[in-house]
């Protein structure tokens, strides 16, 4: 099995800063990506940033800029580091990982159970 636990969330004036981290654990033999997608209440989930394992990285538009991803290859670990943060940037944040686990040969999504993001105007 594989388990997601992100960290980092809480509550930010509006242009403040906030940094998440996701670890990843259990029989992995490698992770090809990971990413935070976000949640706010009324709306569809929506991809915030994504990094493979080369170091490539996708951001949405609207947090590019703001938002830089990067991760711990060797730790199984990616963050999501949150500058000027506005108000619409409220949300529950979820971290996403494709995982090669040990002895499976087909890889598969796993996601975390969340991390409250809530920007203060």
């Known amino acids: 099995q594989v388990q997601l636990v992100e960290s980092g969330g809480g509550l930010v004036q509006a242009g403040g800063s906030l940094r998440l981290s996701c670890a990843a654990s259990g029989s992995i033999f490698s992770i090809n990506a990971m990413g935070w997608y976000r949640q706010a209440p009324g709306k569809q989930r929506e991809l915030v940033a994504r990094?493979?394992?080369?170091?490539?990285?996708n951001y949405s538009d609207s947090v590019k800029g703001r938002f830089t991803i990067s991760r711990d290859n060797a730790k199984n670990t990616v963050f999501l580091q949150m500058s000027s943060l506005k108000p619409e940037d409220t949300a529950v944040y979820y971290c996403?990982?494709?995982?090669?686990?040990?002895?499976?040969?087909?890889?598969?999504?796993?996601w975390g159970q969340g991390t409250q993001v809530t920007v203060s105007s």
């Open positions: 996403n990982a494709l995982v090669v686990r040990i002895g499976v040969p087909q890889g598969g999504d796993y």
């Open positions: 990094i493979t394992s080369g170091g490539i990285t």
